[in-house]
């Protein structure tokens, strides 16, 4: 009685093309995502409108790679990271929505600001403070 040719390598060749499939799958379906929110944002149209910065907030992402060159005693370590900003506003409604900040305006208003919001989809382009006479 012997073991049938192949045994766990057979698995292995039916598994691992999957699992490479499965990964292709989802960074495709993530790009296309990303994508599509992009346009979306780019087509919207810019609105102004008057609000009150609530909070703000930075989350970064990191990602890491590794890859063996050659031989398993020398192998490549890349890293990188991304901070995005997002910049919450209060409407006089007292509706309120989180904006990622694609102008760099996180280091130039503070909680409590009150002004003009220009917004556009998803994302805040500009703040103007001012006072406005009720």
Known sequence: MGMPMGGGFDMMFTIVPIIIVIVFVIVIIGIATNGVRYFNNVKSPRQSVFA????????????????????????????????YYYITLEFDNGDRKEYLDVKNLFGLVV??????????GDWIVAFERGAVSK
């Open 52 to 83: 009150r910065v609530i909070t703000k907030r930075m989350e970064v992402r990191h990602h890491t790679s590794q890859s063996n060159i050659g031989n398993e005693s020398m192998h490549s370590v890349n890293s990188s990271s991304r901070t």
């Open 111 to 120: 909680e409590g600001d009150e002004g003009y919001a220009a917004i556009q």
